[in-house]
Nanobody, 122 residues
């Protein structure tokens, strides 16, 4: 399974962006049942940090404190796509955003996609 994040770009503070994460690979990904899908971000010289996650089967979500109330993680089961809607963006949200998957039974996220850059200007 390969993950590819997209939707990054440059936006002014207070604006919005929507990121998408699609899966590809062989055999074709038809379901993420049992997976936890997550969004992380990282800036140069800093550790990667968790932003939001969603349990694929139940839809239960988790957010880091800085994302609560501004970001929404969701999934499209039919198309195996995960979204991160980001509103009221702040300059400190600038980072490379990655999507990741934690396989059923895994202790950590074990599938990572290529990131997409989000730049929030003041």
């Amino acid at each position: 399974v390969q993950l590819q994040a997209s939707g990054g770009g440059t936006v002014q503070a207070g604006g919005s962006l929507s990121l998408s994460c699609a899966a590809s690979g062989a055999p074709p990904v038809t379901t993420f049942s049992g997976y936890v899908m997550g969004w992380f971000r990282q800036n140069p010289g800093k550790e990667r940090e968790f932003v939001a996650g969603i349990y694929w089967t139940t839809g239960r979500t988790k957010y880091t404190d800085s994302a609560k109330g501004r970001f929404t993680v969701s999934r499209d089961k039919a198309n195996s796509v995960v979204y991160l809607q980001m509103n009221n963006l702040k300059t400190e949200d600038t980072a490379v955003y990655y999507c990741a998957a934690r396989s059923p039974g895994a202790d950590e996220y074990d599938v990572w996609g290529r990131g997409t850059l989000v730049t929030v200007s003041s």
